[in-house]
DNA sequence: TTGTATGCGTTATCAC
DNA sequence: GTGATAACGCATACAA
């Protein structure tokens, strides 16, 4: 230990982590022994009595879908400024991997940060028993949670086409299972229906470009719109669409409820919802810093999903 | 602790750690007793005791851009295979931020992967020297690397491009001091004149789609074919020639030196080189794993970067 | 302001 | 096969 500063350890440790409890001059003494020696704190030891270890764990379904990066790069940010780092794991969409991988991150993390669109309520909400837990996109009891109110957002996307004149449009939905797809599938039907139109689900479907090509040979013929559960889904229906000489938007208007970047480089760019992911991102490590400090109760919060129109969403044809 | 089981903690340990040191009798009980109790080891108390984290650092220069989530996704994979987890860090091309949170992840994890195309050889050689350090796609000295071959796949590329007839192929060139950038130029440079063709280059220049949309205006006259740094630049100087009016491939062909997805997805599609990036992160995984167990000394592996041929690359004009 | 002593939860050592 | 007991390296309560 860096006594070569010829201070008890104690004192080494003050010097270190309180320098206000300790003399200038030893503080310094110290603080060039411990450059002297490249002294490097171990991690462990500290965790072991403090009883934090600094690490947040961090459970995302995917990561080869690019939507989820800006959540990481806001947790990123966050963590950074709460002095934490990040234990990213992946869950690959499945239950029992999920709860397992949050077991194994229990152990080395002081709290949990999950986006599971799958696993079950009653798992997380003792999870959110045992350990700090924040949930990402996802309400369970009141467990806390930060929301991107894509329901709200896709209601304005469904006024936005209602106001253009549709009145039957095509919901292509995403994977089984969803918690956000059936919100976003209840709020459309009935909204809809509120307004004397007609949501026409298509799926359940994997949110994959290649389903998206599938479903646009399975649109209904009435529809003179289709809003997609993802970018992918909204690619692979422009796709589609243009292989079977259907226009966008003059024979039918297009959009997504999320929106990856490419959605404004295509032919024609694709109306869609910005989702402020990385705010979610960053606000989610915020609330569990604050859990495990146990500076505040914190509950859900809902960050608005803004509609960004672009020229895929036009008036339909027989007006 | 559990020795609800009524067994001494070191039992107890064992039961759980090495269940062949223990009668079936006891290990069960014990099992049993973990489960009631809803044990749960305390990861910083083990590793205080056998040095081991069970972490591994990761860091990479972003996470905006996609060319780097097959990388996390492939070292996640085999991170999971040596029973260990990622601590994952960003540090945003900036050398001295990649240092300070290089040293903060040496704290918590057994070992560093880094990708840093910028910081210095210096820096790196002494990290090596201090905890296990595998470098990805770089090379510094003797240290333990996996890169990625895409200066010999661009080699490949290059000669696709020669044997089609070009003989005036502009580079457009990657960010300032990236270490891969000037291998390449390099290469493309030598071997281009030795077959009696010219490389010229723009740049360098940031890495993203509007800057390839000013790079299409600057290409020289003489140019019959293009070659990005990356996908961005090429998507970007993709766009710039077709608003000016230049077609690929009839006018210019165009190449870029990784294959994002969209690439594929482009009108016309874009000729790439396909960088195993996920077997780079798995492999890099596995390799720090054999450094901090000792298992094996590890030298530099480099993973063979294949040219995908689209329809972006045509003989010249002028044949 | 500084030093001494204790404990954090686990594994390792050594007896039994 | 099992049980005491001693580390591991740090932070703190308490004493000086």
Known sequence: MAREAGVSKATASRALQRPDMVAEATRQRVQEAAERLGFQPNAAARALTTGRTGLMGLIV????????????????????????????????????????????????????????????????????????????????????????DTVAGLAELLDHLLALGHRDIAYVSGPAGSWADEQRRAMLTARASDAGARIHVLGPLPPTFDAGIEASAALPDAATAALAYNSYLALGLLHGLGVAGRRVPED????????????????????????????????????????ITGHRRTVTSRLPAAPVLRASTAPPRSL
Request: charged share 20%; glycine share 4%; proline share 7%.
């Open 252 to 291: 039918i208007s297009l959009a997504a409820a999320d929106d990856l970047s490419t959605l404004s480089a295509t032919t024609p760019p694709v109306t869609a919802l910005d989702v402020p992911l990385q705010a979610v991102g960053t606000l989610a490590v915020t609330r569990l810093h604050e859990l």
């Open 61 to 148: 379904p995917t990561l080869s879908n690019p939507f989820f990066a800006p959540l990481v790069i806001g947790a990123q940010q966050a963590a950074e400024d709460t002095e934490s780092h990040l234990l990213i794991a992946v869950s690959e969409y499945d239950a029992e991997r999920e709860a397992a991988l949050a077991d194994r991150l229990s152990e080395q993390a002081d709290g949990l940060i999950m986006v599971t669109p799958v696993g079950s309520d009653a798992a997380l909400r003792e999870r959110g028993r045992r350990r700090p837990l924040v949930l990402v996109d996802r309400q369970v009891g009141r467990l806390p949670a930060v929301v991107a």
